[in-house]
């Protein structure tokens, strides 16, 4: 393991941001879960840059750690792209080798600013899907100070980083479109205040992107790649298990249309999985091969594992119940024989190799 981590350097510490109301991270915190905000678990104030942690002592250890090949920061399983690098010796896309980095600062300084930058400061959403939440989070007050603590966050990722943000990201930590905050940045949204920008990346559960909604959004033509969390293929485990407060039929709709949009360049599915609905892994992969079959829109399926989220409905102890990619879990080997259906499809991307390759 530790000979291949040190010929190659994740890219995501020196091009990546992600911002939450009350911390920072340079990776998915799932992934890499170290807060590298400067004054810890607060939310961000009126005088606080955001750069200052960008530029600070964590983010400069974990972009060490990545360098030397330690990865020290980071959960090697959890991660799909490690996962990935150190089970199948593929290397990710976000990964380049250690020659070519270090040929590249060189050339640029890549801890300037981030070219990717993603909007996680709002949790509004209209589902309250237990493995993120206990209940629904609802918009705030307009009036309220949480409602002008995000708008001041959206000012100061412009004043900091719009001239280099190539990708903007919206969300993963509620829904773009529910959120009335995000919802009126993506219909009034100005493109000159961002001049090298490549791609708008909607994080969604898909219920409120409707054509309606969609022809509304005025970033819609920047708006090149989707990912759609499902986390279900059935109506009962969606509407009931997964996706609480969901409507099957109307994803599906969605999803239909979707299809049809020839300014969208890729789509993911995501199916996080647990003991819940695991059985239903090749079944999605249906469905959505299916409703995109005649699609000219490239797109990939996702399984990834359950974690705990301290903000979700789960306790760690459920989460372990939960976790049937656990040898020890009692239905593992009838995992495994799901895993099976799927691992070698098209289209799939996965972080469970380290189950495949032992």
């Known amino acids: 393991m530790s000979e291949i981590l040190k010929k190659y350097v994740c890219l995501n510490p020196f091009e990546y941001l992600d911002i939450q109301a009350d911390s920072q991270y340079i990776c998915c915190p799932s992934w890499c879960s170290t807060n590298i905000r400067n004054h810890g678990y607060k939310p961000v104030g009126f005088d606080e840059d955001l750069k200052a942690s960008w530029l600070g002592e964590t983010t400069a250890a974990i972009r060490k750690s990545v360098t030397d090949g330690s990865y020290s920061f980071c959960n090697k399983k959890v991660c799909p792209s490690l996962s990935k690098l150190i089970n199948t010796g593929e290397v990710p896309a976000n990964f380049i080798s250690k020659e070519e980095f270090e040929s590249k600062i060189k050339l640029e300084n890549y801890q300037a600013t981030p070219k990717q930058v993603l909007f996680g400061f709002d949790r509004s959403c209209n589902l309250k899907c237990p493995s993120c939440r206990d209940k629904i989070v609802p918009n705030d007050d307009v009036d309220s100070i949480e409602h002008k603590m995000k708008k001041f966050i959206i000012q100061s990722i412009e004043d900091n980083f719009s001239q280099s943000i190539e990708t903007i990201l919206i969300t993963g930590s509620g829904d ?114 299916h409703i995109f079959r005649f699609s000219r829109i490239p797109f990939v399926i996702t399984f990834r594992q359950i974690v705990h989220w301290n903000s979700g409905a789960f306790s760690i102890q459920d989460i372990d119940r939960l976790s049937i990619f656990n040898p020890t879990h009692i239905e593992h080997t009838d995992f495994l024989a799901e895993l099976d259906k799927i691992k070698n499809l098209n289209r799939v991307d996965h972080n469970f190799h380290h189950l495949i390759h032992r």
């Open 176 to 289: 773009p479109i529910y959120s009335k905050i995000f919802r009126e940045y993506l219909i009034d949204f100005d493109h000159t205040k961002y001049p090298n920008l490549k791609n708008i990346h909607l994080i969604t559960n898909g219920q409120l992107l409707t054509k309606d909604m969609w022809n509304k959004l005025q970033a819609k033509n920047f708006i090149k790649t989707i990912e759609v969390s499902i986390d279900a293929a059935t109506k009962e485990t969606y509407e009931n298990v997964t996706r609480l407060n969901g409507k099957w039929e109307a994803l599906l709709e969605n999803l239909e249309f979707l299809s049809s949009v020839d300014t969208i360049q890729h789509i993911t599915f995501s199916m996080v999985v647990s003991q819940k609905n695991y059985k239903e892994m090749k079944m999605f992969y249906d469905i959505m091969s």
